[in-house]
């Protein structure tokens, strides 16, 4: 059946794709971002687009405004350069959930999903690159991500007084390293993915095989494809599930093994130049998947390589565009 759904942060990596599928499943999709649309990585016609600052109270009541579900994916976020280096604009982010949560719930919105992060965990868990996957147990006692992953504690934890005072069925899941085309690439906000992409798409294009690896490579992460990350949101949302849940691939990988799938899928050899100095973020996560397996009979599947052959054409393209 046709429902009325926002997606709040639309223009979005994520929230294109979020976008995309609700609209082919014959929903009524109100899509809303606060830059400009020639800024949107997607921008869907048949969607109702709009140009909001989420974090002021009005716009979000306005974009609330008879909707049945609303999707929270609205954040300013980026890789580890920029969450280390920007922690009081990331918790800025706090107030468009704030007035997003009160907006649904004065509107009467029946489903609210809130975007959380594996930056919630708690640190001292993730100080080997040989992990112990995170189960949602470990981000209390609570010590996350200095500045972005408090902010998203924070707002997991007003979703589910949301729940519990007012009777709001919310829900909030833990996404690991998403990926995929339509996303962040260059500029400073990208995350590993897509920055491994891009410096081997130029070191093929260029001829100078020579690419810088942030860290020493032995840093350990699973990346989940964007269309995993989609369909884990929306089967939550659908759920009865209310508590903190992963969703997140397990499947783990060394920086320095990406970087070499990713000069594999170019068919190059490459030479790393590791710029120990760089921001470098845990250690080592994986995500432990033993809940959303019980809860939903599902976990993200499409496998790093697959994801990474679509990413690295999409990027390739990018850089090739950008070069005239
Ligand atoms: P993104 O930066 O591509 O998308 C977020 C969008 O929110 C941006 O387009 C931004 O302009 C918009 N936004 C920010 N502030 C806003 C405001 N005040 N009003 C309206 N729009 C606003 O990031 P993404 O990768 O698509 O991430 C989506 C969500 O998922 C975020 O909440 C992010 O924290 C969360 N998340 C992402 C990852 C990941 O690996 N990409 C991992 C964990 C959690």
């Known amino acids: 059946m ?3 759904i926002l997606v709040a942060g639309g223009g979005g990596f994520i929230g294109g794709h979020l976008v995309d599928r609700l609209l082919k499943e014959g929903n009524e999709v109100r899509s809303v971002d ?12 048949e969607a109702e687009n709009l140009e909001l600052d ?7 009541i306005k974009a609330a405004d008879g909707m049945d579900e609303i999707y929270c994916l609205a954040a300013d976020m980026g890789g580890m350069g920029f969450i280390e280096n920007n922690k009081a ?15 649904a719930k004065d509107a009467g919105v029946g489903r609210y999903f809130y975007a959380s992060s594996a930056c919630v965990y708690n640190g ?13 147990s470990d981000a209390y006692p609570a010590l996350p991500e200095d500045g972005y992953g408090w902010e998203k504690l924070f707002s997991e934890r007003m979703c589910r ?17 998403v ?38 490579g032995l840093q350990t992460r699973s990346f989940m494809y964007v269309d995993d990350c989609v369909e884990g949101s929306m089967r939550l949302l659908a759920s009865d599930f209310n508590d903190a849940i992963n969703i997140g691939s397990s499947e783990l990988i060394s920086i320095n093994g990406l970087v070499d799938m990713v000069a ?50 999409w990027v390739y393209d990018q850089v090739l565009a950008s070069k005239g």
């Open 264 to 313: 594999d899928i170019a068919g190059i050899e490459v030479t790393r130049n590791h710029d120990l100095t760089a921001p470098q973020g845990v250690r080592g996560r994986n995500s432990d998947n033993t809940l959303i397996k019980e809860v939903m009979n599902w976990e993200p599947s499409i496998s790093l390589r697959t994801g990474m052959e679509k990413t690295y054409a």
């Open 179 to 216: 990926y995929g085309p339509e996303g962040t690439w260059t500029g400073g906000r990208e995350k590993a993915p897509a920055a491994i992409a891009r410096k081997v798409a130029e070191a093929k294009i260029s001829g100078n095989h020579t690419i810088e690896v942030w860290g020493d």
């Open 124 to 136: 001292d868990k993730q100080t080997d690159a040989d992990v112990i996957a995170l189960a949602e």
């Open 54 to 60: 989420l974090s002021e109270k009005e716009a979000s």
């Open 89 to 103: 604009l990331c918790m800025l982010s706090v107030l468009t959930n704030t007035h997003l949560l009160m907006a």
């Open 161 to 177: 007084h949301f729940r519990e005072d007012y009777g709001m069925e919310t829900r909030y899941a833990r996404y690991h390293n």
């Open 2 to 4: 046709s429902k009325k």
């Open 34 to 45: 606060v830059k400009s649309f020639d800024n949107w990585y997607q921008v869907h016609s």
